[in-house]
């Protein structure tokens, strides 16, 4: 089989857990990297095959056959719409772009054109959650009551000198905490819960005094199965013990996946409780499922499944009109809490399931 031929644009500390994870997947082949601070690029091209290197994403255009872009915020859309046009393939690092009119203009280009476009949600594709979604699907331990994620990161400040932040710190962001990274988990709320009803989010600045929006953001939203759906993070966190955590109340027990541990558990399956006893006092889970080998990002999930949709046409599960459903809830709950309201968030369900 061809390899699929891409190149790599934006070679920040992201980009080098991508050109890792490239390397684990057998179906593609990092063909050229760009930065315009060269030393980057040249740093991201070390653990690769002698790709070239490059300060102007054009002058690769000839040499691939789709981009994963890995830019701020705010280059997204030009770059995202430069390739389309040439009939690149596009693997989009979140969000996709920073306003609807860009995502859609983007979204209506690419299918004009005939090019795969993906978001970069590689939450969705990491084998513990792909085995919490068959768990919560089988219908073996009754119908979703709640789902909670958590994350906990200290993010977009210079580690040394939280007064001078990086670029995460500006309007380039396009959002806070929830547009920026929350975006993974409204997107993995919507694919678990299926169709919202309404929802709220609150978020501060305290603690993370460099972003220009909040740092530290909590969503709620009603479903219309009934469950609700919960995420709470934050950037300014100095410790941590639920680090990354999701949590799916059901009516026959609890599943969870601790991403530290890699393990997916069930709490209680069989409603064995004493009274008055909860999980807490028994800490009564069982194991059914624990990621091999050490943490990474887990990048190469989502890699591969780009390459498959680009080699079968098959449209991706986090496409670019999906995914733009999941920022028009952050948009909403965003203007419902400037406006003191609930957000009216029908009609904002995923059609790939």
């Not at 050490?294 to 499944?305: G, R, S």
């Amino acid at each position: 089989m061809e390899k699929l031929k891409i190149g790599l644009i934006g070679c920040g500390k992201m980009m080098a857990s991508h050109a890792q994870a490239v390397n684990m997947v057998e179906t593609v082949e990092i063909v050229a990297v760009c930065d315009v601070v060269p030393e980057n690029a040249q740093a991201v091209a070390k653990v690769l095959n002698d790709p070239y290197i490059t300060t102007n994403y054009e002058t690769m255009v000839d040499m691939v056959d789709a981009v994963l872009i890995a830019l701020p915020h705010d280059l997204h859309y030009e770059c995202g719409m430069y390739f389309a046009k040439k009939k690149k393939h596009i693997l989009m690092e979140k969000p996709l772009c920073n306003s609807e009119e860009e995502c859609l203009s983007l979204i209506e280009t690419c299918e004009e054109m005939g090019v795969t476009l993906m978001c970069a949600y590689p939450v969705r594709f990491w084998p513990g959650i792909v085995k919490l979604k068959e768990l919560v699907d089988s219908g073996e331990y009754g119908k979703v009551i709640q789902m909670s994620i958590w994350t906990e990161q200290l993010t977009g400040a210079n580690e040394l000198n939280l007064e001078k932040p990086t670029w995460l710190a500006t309007a380039r962001l396009g959002g806070g905490q929830l547009f920026s990274h929350g975006c993974h988990y409204v997107d993995l709320l919507l694919w678990f819960l299926g169709n919202p009803v309404k929802g709220c989010h609150f978020g501060t600045k305290v603690g993370t005094p460099w972003m220009m929006r909040e740092g530290t953001s909590v969503l709620s939203m009603a479903f219309e199965s009934g469950a609700l759906g919960y995420h709470g993070a934050t950037w300014g966190a100095r410790g941590t013990r639920l680090g990354y955590d999701f949590q799916i109340q059901t009516e026959k027990g609890m599943l969870e996946y601790e991403n530290d541990s890699g393990e997916v558990r069930v709490y209680n399956s069989q409603g064995d409780h004493k009274p008055g006893e909860t999980d807490s006092d028994s800490k009564k889970y069982s194991v059914v499922w624990k990621r091999d080998g050490n943490f990474t990002k887990q990048t190469q999930f989502e890699i591969a499944h780009f390459a498959e949709c680009v080699r079968t046409g098959a449209t991706p599960l986090t496409n670019g009109r999906d995914t733009l459903q999941g920022l028009r809830v952050i948009w909403k709950t965003y203007e419902a809490e400037k406006n003191n309201t609930v957000a009216d968030l029908r009609g904002l369900g995923l059609s790939v399931k």
